[in-house]
T-cell receptor, first 114, second 113 residues
Framework: GNSVTQMEGPVTLSEEAFLTINCTYTATGYPSLFWYVQYPGEGLQLLLKATKADDKGSNKGFEATYRKETTSFHLEKGSVQVSDSAVYFCARHLRQGGSEKLVFGKGTKLTVNP | DSGVTQTPKHLITATGQRVTLRCSPR?????VYWYQQSLDQGLQFLIQYYNGEERAKGNILERFSAQQFPDLHSELNLSSLELGDSALYFC????????????FGEGSRLTVL
């Protein structure tokens, strides 16, 4: 099938801790992969993306590498801040015929404590 | 601010009723997408329009319908509402198809009592 599986939360960390949120996908071919973030009370925002194998997306200290061999796109940040508290969604781009859409994982809620 | 505007922000209604959610995409964006977010189902793709034409359908119930108007704004119509339709409904837009880079509105929270 065409799905995205990400680690279930919630995840609670202390400020400056290392963050990893796992994401794996199933797909035919090599879809573009994304991480979106949803801050409290807001809509989703694109955090980073990678369009082909071995690409590394990065933004605001977050990184994710497109791993074809493990079909993974894990999100990492070396030192989280309180302001990173949000829900993080992994997504893959799906094109079928003339249509296209984003398929999202269920989301992982991150809480960073001071 | 993503530039995508959704109204209303909150809506409370009763079972059996009908509601319309409205979305104005970012200026210049031709594609509009609707997603439903609920605790148990996560983010579910409902439907996509591109420049007024329906492009893709996801898990959209027959009781739901949508359209995109010539000025590119879109409306999602939900009818014969059930308790299970209570959710956050997001609209997103993109300047062109194929990128996966969507700009989301803040959502319309629908509560069905």
């Amino acid at each position: 099938g065409n799905s995205v599986t990400q680690m279930e939360g919630p995840v609670t960390l202390s400020e400056e801790a290392f963050l990893t949120i796992n994401c794996t996908y199933t797909a035919t071919g090599y879809p573009s992969l994304f991480w979106y973030v949803q801050y409290p009370g807001e809509g989703l925002q694109l955090l980073l993306k990678a369009t082909k194998a071995d690409d590394k997306g990065s933004n605001k200290g977050f990184e994710a590498t497109y791993r074809k061999e493990t079909t993974s796109f894990h999100l990492e940040k070396g030192s989280v801040q309180v302001s990173d508290s949000a829900v993080y969604f992994c997504a893959r781009h799906l094109r079928q015929g003339g249509s296209e859409k984003l398929v999202f994982g269920k989301g992982t809620k991150l809480t960073v404590n001071p | 601010d993503s530039g995508v505007t959704q109204t209303p922000k909150h809506l409370i209604t009763a079972t059996g009723q009908r509601v319309t959610l409205r979305c104005s995409p970012r200026s210049g964006d031709l594609s509009v997408y609707w997603y439903q977010q609920s605790l148990d189902q996560g983010l579910q793709f409902l439907i996509q329009y591109y420049n007024g034409e329906e492009r893709a359908k996801g898990n959209i119930l027959e009781r739901f319908s949508a359209q995109q108007f010539p000025d590119l704004h879109s409306e999602l119509n939900l009818s014969s509402l059930e308790l299970g339709d209570s959710a956050l409904y997001f609209c997103a837009s993109s300047v062109r198809e194929g990128t996966g880079e969507l700009f989301f509105g803040e959502g319309s929270r629908l509560t069905v009592l």
